[in-house]
């Protein structure tokens, strides 16, 4: 791959526009690589095995693969370190066979849910979210990879959420042996997602499995609390209520989890409440159903954690009018109580008079707040756009209006952003992203999270730009001047071409 097939804008030029306007813009070229040295496969598999500390950009420099299938064979056989699998994926000549068996591992370790691997198979377009659910074997390790991978910032990247939610048809539904059978031989099962839940429909189809011996099974490999946020309530109280306090405590590490399952976990481990209740913050609904739940010790627990979450009383017999007073009040009321009656009138102040940024933010925070105070927040805010951007279209589009803020990450995993959420959803398409968003600059580097986790709808961004570019063709000095303005320009990718385009005229 040459510097001009990495930029981001020049890879929508033909080959022989790209290299010419490369060359204009002197793009530096990578060096030659070296010749490759001849290893034998037994060799290569000995170099992957030693490590090297590690780093597969030592263990793998100069190594021709000539037979992907004995790597993968040798890491069903004994898994290859995640950092070493990543370094296979990431590997031009990996091919895509190869990729999905090296990001899941036959461990029930730590290993079985190492997501270095995956990311990189992602980020390079060989495998898709899909794929690696339907297709990786073993089973366990894929669901668990992904949904490790999806929770990697504390919040799930809600492609990967959805696409759960599209294959939890395959699930035992309400039946509740079927689904403890589930997650008994569910973290042993050799085969794919697909066949582990039509195995376990039956008692007879169901394969008696169990750890290899010798080989530790790690709790956190173990947990079903993913998969088990779509049984019914009483499958979930049933599952949890027999699961070891060990494997409960793993639930605060899946984000959004609902009190069908916070509520039973609770009751088994009290001790738990402080790791276990701010799952509940991502899922308001299910805030709200513990708030009102029929056991006074949950709704103690929670509001022992969440004091601010206490509803205000129902016999509250404040005006809407000294609700808005204490709302404009300066300095602002702290932690003014807002009964339900007053949205109206709150609205009809705002509409009236904007409340400043500060009471507005403090407003959407709230259970209750209505859509119209929301969207006046995303307008005026663009920290709470950035929050609420994945409501729905009117949010998205609202929050299109702001600059785009790509969150810095520390890991290869895309962090959970509005506009994942939006496209992932088809609140917006594709081609009104790249009309829409800015600056263009970041707009490229927002596509590049699209590409890892929604790859058809990346498609058809790449497909929009194409035709957006179109109009440059063969004119090398038009490609130039493009990304010689792309760093620096604030305007959309459509408002980038249409620049180019008057420039050159």
């Not at 063969?474 to 320009?489: G, Q």
């Amino acid at each position: 791959m040459t510097a001009a097939d990495g930029h981001p804008l020049l890879r929508y030029a033909d080959p022989p526009t790209r290299a010419a306007a490369a060359t204009r813009l002197d793009l530096p070229q990578p060096p030659p690589p070296e010749p490759p040295a001849g290893h034998a496969p037994g060799d290569v598999i000995a170099r992957l095995r030693s490590g090297r500390g590690k780093d597969p950009r030592y263990v793998l420099d100069g190594v021709v693969v000539t037979d992907w299938d004995l790597i993968t064979a040798e890491h069903r056989r004994a898994p290859f370190p995640d950092v070493i699998g990543a370094g296979l994926v990431a590997r031009p000549d990996c091919p895509a066979h190869a990729a999905l068996a090296l990001v899941t591992a036959h461990s029930t370790s730590r290993r079985g849910h190492g997501t270095a691997t995956l990311a990189a198979a992602l980020q390079r377009g060989v495998v898709t979210p899909h794929q690696v659910l339907h297709e990786a074997t073993p089973a366990w390790s894929a669901v668990r990879t992904l949904e490790r991978y999806a929770t990697t910032y504390g919040k799930w990247l809600h492609p990967i959420r959805l696409l759960f939610h599209e294959s939890a048809a395959l699930l035992p539904g309400d039946d509740a042996d079927a689904w403890q059978r589930l997650v008994t031989v569910g973290p042993y099962f050799p085969g794919t997602f697909p066949e582990l839940c039509a195995a376990v429909r039956d008692p007879a189809t169901t394969p008696a499995v169990a750890a290899a011996p010798g080989r530790a099974v790690h709790w956190e490999f173990t947990s079903p609390a993913g998969l088990l946020r779509y049984a019914p309530p009483r499958v979930a109280e049933r599952i949890v209520r027999g699961a070891p306090v060990a494997m409960l405590s793993t639930f605060a590490q899946m984000p959004g989890l609902p009190a069908s399952l916070v509520v039973p976990a609770l009751r088994a481990a009290p001790a738990l409440a402080k790791m276990l209740v701010p799952q509940l913050l991502q899922a308001p609904r299910g805030m709200r159903r513990m708030l009102t739940h029929p056991d006074p010790a949950v709704v103690d627990l929670v509001l022992a954690e969440f004091p601010r979450w206490t509803p205000p009383p129902e016999d509250d017999d404040t005006s809407p009018e000294d609700v808005v007073a204490a709302l404009r009040a300066q300095p602002p009321a702290a932690d003014v109580p807002i009964p339900a009656g007053a949205w109206p009138a709150i609205e009809t102040a705002h509409a009236r008079d904007p409340f400043p940024e500060r009471t507005l933010a403090v407003l959407a925070d709230n259970l209750g707040c209505p859509d119209s105070l929301r969207l006046a927040a995303c307008h005026a805010i663009p920290a709470a756009a950035d929050i609420m951007g994945g409501r729905g279209r009117p949010y998205a589009l609202t929050a299109l209006r702001h600059p785009l803020r790509i969150a810095p990450r520390a890991w290869q995993t895309p962090p959970p952003a509005w506009y994942l959420t939006a496209l992932a959803d088809r609140d917006i398409t594709a081609a009104e992203f790249v009309d829409l968003a800015h600056p263009a600059a970041r707009a490229f580097d927002a596509l590049d999270d699209v590409h890892a986790v929604l790859p058809e709808v990346h498609a058809e961004a790449a497909a929009h730009l194409h035709t957006l570019f179109a109009r440059f063709t063969d004119d090398v000095e038009a490609w130039v001047i493009a990304a010689h303005l792309l760093p620096d320009f604030h305007g959309t990718l459509r408002e980038l071409a249409d620049t180019v385009e008057a420039v050159s005229a």
